[in-house]
């Protein structure tokens, strides 16, 4: 089975440009999770979904930051627009269910000069 | 409000050297879910194990084993034997189970560097 697909894989752009990372979670999943690493946060939580419907965006930096889940395969994170301090790495995860083991897609390395 | 402690930074060892990462949790929840996850060097983040909070009992997997103990809110993670393979960075999480928006959300530890020198 496949597992969480994100695209693109790397990103570079210049700052003030708009950015979309996408995803499209494991079929028969549920809920879907975007996470950010950093190295000074760490992994932290930005927004989930629940039947493609928002529940929680209280991690969502700031109004720059936007999601949506238009169906329930595929899943968008967009940034406009971009500041260096959004370099990170963005993972998307899915679960069956909100209580369900979440599974990782691999992740967007995304760089902003 | 939930935390997770990893407190071991970094540990390096010798191959077949038996080794223990530790976490701590931190939760309010009387049901909540605690999993491990391990990223290697080439980024992604690989599910290990995933244990609920009414189950204690040890569990052991290959070479890895994990020791659950609710009276010091523990979730330790012990690798047998280690490998040059297993150099990783392993998270430890924790998962509210009592519902409202938190329900479900992964809080991380801030991860454990394992280096495996042959």
């Known amino acids: 089975d496949a597992g969480v697909i994100q695209s693109p894989r790397h990103e570079v752009t210049e700052m003030g440009q708009e950015v979309t990372l996408r995803c499209k979670p494991i079929?028969?999943?549920?809920?879907l999770f975007w996470y950010r690493q950093t190295m000074m946060r760490g992994l932290e939580l930005l927004i989930y979904f629940n039947n493609n419907v928002p529940i929680d965006d209280s991690g969502m930096p700031e109004d720059r930051f936007s999601a949506k889940m238009p169906n329930a395969s595929f899943s968008t994170l967009k940034i406009q627009p971009s500041e260096p301090r959004d370099s990170a790495v963005y993972f998307c995860?899915?679960?069956?269910?909100?209580?369900?083991?979440?599974?990782f897609g691999p992740g967007t390395r995304l760089l902003v000069l | 409000a939930q935390k997770v402690t990893q407190a071991q930074t970094e540990i390096s060892v010798v191959e077949k050297e038996d080794v223990t990462l530790d976490c701590v949790y931190e939760?309010?929840?009387?049901?909540?879910?605690l999993f491990w996850y391990k990223q290697p060097p080439s980024g992604e983040l690989v599910f290990l194990i995933r244990?609920?909070?009414?189950?204690?009992q040890n569990e052991i997997s290959g070479r890895y084993s994990w020791n659950f103990q609710k009276s010091t809110s523990s979730f330790n993670f012990t690798i047998t034997a280690s490998q040059v393979v297993d150099s990783a960075v392993y998270f430890c999480?924790?998962?509210?189970?009592?519902?409202?928006?938190?329900?479900?959300?992964?809080?991380f530890g801030q991860g454990t560097i394992l280096t495996v020198h042959p």
């Open positions: 244990r609920n909070s009414f189950d204690e």
């Open positions: 999480a924790l998962s509210a189970a009592a519902g409202g928006t938190s329900y479900g959300k992964l809080t």
């Open positions: 995860a899915s679960s069956r269910n909100r209580l369900e083991t979440q599974y």
């Open positions: 079929s028969g999943h549920n809920s």
């Open positions: 939760t309010r929840d009387t049901t909540y879910y």
